[in-house]
């Protein structure tokens, strides 16, 4: 609430325009996981498919998948004509997102991923998503062709990688090359040294090559930072 009047009075001062304050307030709602405040803020932004865009993630936090497959559905349609196709790229990876993740509509997930992919060849999250999508339904092989083009293109832009390696790690294990995986899950953790999803992704490598001791190792260090999964 205390940003809530500081950004008001800001916008009455004339100090932020209108949409710029709505958004401010809205991420901090979110980051408070206050989502109803939120999604009263995110309805003042002035562009419709920003506003679709950032109801996708308060509907999939609140788990109403359906709200969250209908707004990104609209988000796509609305950036049809968009000039920009990296606009247009986003939304489709956001509808991927909710197609796999939601309702676990692979084929059509593949789709959307496939599309956005082609409209921004350069964004490698696609390739990432894609590489997601692939493990969804066992196409391991697939998965790590896509996954290590992604590390290859993020590399060349000099972005951070942990959620890249980690999606490698994840379609090796599932092909069961869980040397390798444990290798990308270390560089992972390299990135995102606090990570519990990769230090319990970590784990399950570990179980399955035998290794309790250094499972348990891993679990223990992935709960001690997400204690709400103990």
Not at 43 to 50: F, G, K, N
Not at 80 to 106: F, I
Not at 109 to 128: H, M, N, Q, Y
Request: hydrophobic share 50%; aromatic share 8%; with cysteine.
């Amino acid at each position: 609430e205390a940003a809530e009047r500081e950004f008001m009075a800001a916008l009455r001062g004339g100090a932020f325009p209108a949409d710029e304050a709505a958004l401010g307030v809205a991420a901090t709602y979110l980051d408070l996981m206050e989502y109803a405040r939120a999604l009263a803020w995110v309805e003042r932004l002035s562009v419709e498919y920003i506003r679709e865009e950032i109801k996708i993630t308060i509907h999939m936090n609140l788990g109403d998948i359906g709200k969250a497959l209908a707004a990104a559905r609209k988000a796509v349609g609305l950036t049809a004509g968009h000039p920009n196709p990296s606009v247009r790229a986003r939304m489709h990876q956001a509808l991927a997102q909710v197609l796999c993740d939601g309702v676990k509509h692979y084929r059509e997930a593949l789709e959307a991923i496939r599309t956005a992919a082609a409209l921004d060849p350069a964004d490698s999250f696609s390739l990432v998503l894609w590489a997601e999508i692939l493990c969804r339904i066992g196409e391991y092989g697939d998965a790590v062709e896509k996954a290590r083009d992604a590390i290859a293109r993020e590399e060349r832009r000099g972005g951070a990688l942990g959620l890249w390696y980690t999606m490698l790690g994840d379609a090796l294990r599932g092909s069961g090359k869980l040397d390798e995986a444990l290798a990308e899950y270390k560089r992972a953790l390299e990135f995102s040294p606090n990570n519990p999803s990769v230090l319990y992704n970590w784990g399950i490598a570990h179980l399955r090559l035998g290794n309790l001791p250094a499972t348990l190792a891993a679990f223990d260090a992935a709960i001690a930072r997400a204690p709400e999964w103990s």
